[in-house]
């Protein structure tokens, strides 16, 4: 579907100046920013599109979950608010619109950072290198079927990716292909780097976690999962080894590879682990909905609710403080260790799967089934209730004489604000 624009001059009968097209299904609603710079478009495909003046598209704002119909801008151009049938308005900051990276043709999956580089694969059987920048650097290809799980080396000379090729394959950032293990029965789905980089670890459907050295020997195979294992992490201080998958176990094993103990609590399988930097606690993310903190004794710490639907990856910030995850309900959601929800982070239009830290903690990357890496800037120096506070202020005299709005809709400000 388009968007026409018709010259100042022109009259709604004379012939449209511009035709934007990008919308998937009738357009709803079209507003020019208060420059005259941009102007925002509304539809029934959910989204809400930005462009240029000029007839570029600047985003797409994926969030809500079923057709938009309203939208105007703030009086300073910074805040955008949009109203949709899915019974919510909802603001955005303009200045704050996150970089997004694409070029997938299929699912992004997990990522992979260093101080230099962002890497993300695909069920396009690729691998993605960007620079801190967005500049694209490298496409991996080689593997002939779905990768799942990606790490990097500690000194990020090297790059490890899992397939469901039943392989591994290790490569330098740049694009060559430096070793290929082959073992696994079934798919792979997990891989992780030991802090010192000379062990890499693999978990399959096939129910085992396999150890190897760089130049691909393969040093052991561990057993005791009873179904597909999922995550697998190594704790930062070289201790212990922590795999988790369909049969809702956790199971720790020491460096040698010799089963010390197995956690359970999940109702249902676990997709994600991550150990923190103290390597004192267990994260897990499962389909029960549901993140759970553990210490290594395997004591549960806490739970942490609020996703909707199963959880797939999970992981500490860079100081331990905080933790993020992605799940099946479009959503990624950062919390405390004492599960404190500190925000929910929407912008990806389908499953989100992988998420990770910046080293510096400053940038949260998620990627998605939309084909998209986003980097978001979610340490806003305004608070949430501040936020909401100025929309609703600026947002009166439009609540109160807008069109299009339910009474629902008209009272959204009242009480509280």
Sequence with gaps: MAVSTIGASETSEERATMTLEGHQDRVWHVK????????????????????TSSGTLVTTLNGHNSGTWSVDFSPDGNVLA?????????????????????????????LALTQQAIAAGSWDKTIRVWNWRGRLKAVLRGHTDRIWQIAFSPDGQTLAS????????????????????????????????SPEGNEIASASWDQTIKLWTPDGKLVRTLTGH????????????????????????????????????????????????????????????????????????????????????????????????????????????????????????????????GVAFSPDGQTLLSS???????????????????????GCRWLDDYLAYGDNLSDADRQLCSGGI
Excluded: C, M
């Design 82 to 110: 949009s109203s949709s049938d899915d019974a919510t308005v909802r603001l955005w900051r303009l200045d704050k619109i996150p970089q997004t990276l694409h070029g997938y043709q299929g699912p992004a999956t997990n």
């Design 162 to 193: 899992a397939s469901w090729d039943k392989t591994v394959k290790l490569w330098r950032p740049e694009g060559n292909l430096l070793q290929t293990f082959r073992g696994h029965q079934d798919r792979v789905w997990g891989v992780a780097f």
């Design 226 to 353: 009873r179904a597909r294992v999922y995550g697998i992490a190594y704790s930062p201080d070289g201790e212990y080894l922590v795999s988790a998958g369909w049969d809702h176990t956790i199971r720790l094993w020491d460096r040698q590879g010799q089963f010390l103990k197995s956690i359970y609590g999940h109702r249902a399988p676990i997709w994600g682990v991550a150990v923190s930097p103290d390597s004192q606690l267990i994260a897990s993310a499962s389909a029960d909905h549901t993140i759970k903190i553990w210490s290594i004794s395997g004591r549960l710490v806490t739970t942490l609710n609020g996703h909707q639907s199963r959880v797939h990856s999970i992981t500490f910030s860079p100081d331990g403080k905080l933790l993020a995850s992605a799940g099946y309900d479009r959503t990624v959601r950062i919390w405390r260790q004492d599960g404190t929800l500190v925000t929910t982070l929407y912008g990806h239009n389908g499953s989100t799967w």
């Design 368 to 390: 998605g089934h939309d084909r998209r890496v986003i980097l978001w800037d979610w340490q806003d120096s305004r608070s949430f209730e501040q936020l909401v506070e100025d």
């Design 32 to 51: 020019f920013s208060p420059d005259g710079r941009q102007l925002a478009s509304t539809s029934l495909d959910n989204t809400v599109k930005l462009w």
